[in-house]
């Protein structure tokens, strides 16, 4: 005896034949409506859509770095090109019925103006053992704008400076230069890490050294530490209130003041200790150097620190090249003066070639010396 499960359809009443074997209850199914499921199959797909799609959608874009608006904040996309922008944002505003499986789906921009694209986009997929495909139109707006970093940065907005200058003297272009791409190379990795709030405002050169003003006094602490780690010395801060925020909350900005030391390498000096000029290798920690007479390392004490009492006779690069006339002994040898071009005797350091026809030498108020050709290389 054979016995026919039979339920009637809650919409038009029509008898429905079930399999006994599949009378689980329907609403328990994950992901299903449980009235839906129960009406027959010509009032479910008359009720039936495959997609939900909105009216249209606005997507705004700052029209200065292609950032896109996403939920409360901005995202950078790089965006140029919005028709890849528009489909990304129509993809998240649909929705496909829950009771479809195997669905694909592919989409037409067409684009109607500058500032307009319709997206025909055509979905399938197989509801209730039938194959349904249907279309749909979104019309999308794109709607210009400014970001908030861009309105920031076209408004001058800065909340520190780093100001680098140096003790008894103006920093030299490589410094200055250094500094400011330091600046840059920070706020580079910043931006890297998805930190939209950071920007350099303005470096500006003074004749004192330089003035960068950044987005956050966190980056101008960076900058700071970064400078004085390249190129010795100290820094400190200070805040000067500029404002309150709609909260009633005080706002500061941060003024860090950079102190570099009062020699840099490159630079020759004479310690007045008896023993020659020396040639800065390094002034972080205590100044650092090569005798210019022996070729022997010099290194301040530490009571002197970076700042040793010294006369400036100027830099490796002022020295001239000049012929190396003969070698004397192991300490002497002969050169033609730059200026009057007559054979002298000067101290022969180690570091000079004596095969060498000819070497560079710094004349000064200390005399002629020998000044090696990896001068400019930087620190020890």
């Known amino acids: 005896m054979t016995t026919e499960a039979r339920e009637f359809c809650p919409n038009c009443g029509d008898p429905i034949e079930v399999d006994p074997a599949e009378r689980t209850p329907l609403p328990e199914a994950a992901g299903k409506r449980g009235r839906e499921q129960k009406l027959c199959d010509a009032c479910y797909f008359d009720r039936f859509d495959l997609v939900d799609a909105p009216d249209r959608i ?17 995202v950078d996309v790089d965006a140029r090109d919005y028709t890849d922008v528009a489909i990304e944002e129509v993809s998240n505003a649909l929705r496909v019925h829950l009771d479809a499986r195997d669905v694909s789906w592919r989409v037409d921009p067409e684009q109607v103006d500058q500032n307009t694209i319709r997206m025909h986009c055509t979905f399938s997929g197989i509801v209730r053992d039938t194959f349904v495909e249907e279309e749909v139109v979104v019309p999308v707006k794109i709607s210009r704008q400014t970001c908030t970093r861009c309105g920031r940065i076209n ?23 250094r500094a400011q791409t330091i600046a840059h190379e920070i706020v580079a ?9 950071a920007f350099v405002t303005e470096a500006k050169e003074t004749p004192d050294g330089v003035n960068i003003k950044v987005s956050t006094t966190n980056i101008g602490k960076k900058i700071a530490a970064k400078v004085v780690e390249e190129f010795g010395g100290s820094y400190s801060d200070s805040e000067t209130l500029v404002t309150e925020d709609e909260d009633g909350e005080e706002v500061y900005r941060v003024t860090y003041a950079v102190r570099l030391p ?3 390498p490159g ?3 004479d310690p007045e200790d008896g023993d020659g000029p020396v040639l800065v290798r390094s002034v972080r920690g205590n100044l650092k150097g090569t005798r210019l007479t ?15 009492e010294a006369r400036r006779l ?3 690069e002022d020295a001239e090249e000049t012929t190396l006339v003969a070698v004397e002994d192991e300490r002497a040898v002969q050169v033609l003066d730059p200026e009057t071009y007559r054979t002298k005797t000067i101290a022969r350091p180690d570091f000079m070639d004596p095969d060498a026809e000819t070497v560079r030498v710094l004349k000064s108020r200390a005399g002629l010396h020998v000044v090696p050709d990896d001068a400019a290389d930087g620190d020890e």
Not at 58 to 74: D, F, K, L, P, T
Not at 155 to 177: F, I, L, N, W
Not at 190 to 196: H, I, V
């Open 155 to 177: 408004g001058d907005y800065y909340a520190s400076t780093v100001q680098v200058r140096a003790e008894d003297r103006t920093p030299t272009s490589e410094e200055v230069e």
């Open 189 to 197: 990795e910043m931006e890297a890490t998805g930190d939209r709030d």
């Open 267 to 269: 630079e020759i000096i």
């Open 294 to 308: 022996t070729g022997d390392h010099y290194e301040a004490r530490f009571e002197e620190g970076d700042a040793p």
């Open 262 to 264: 009062p020699y840099s």
């Open 58 to 74: 606005e997507v705004r874009v700052c029209s200065q770095c292609g950032a896109v608006h996403r939920g409360n904040r901005w």
């Open 314 to 316: 100027g830099r490796a």
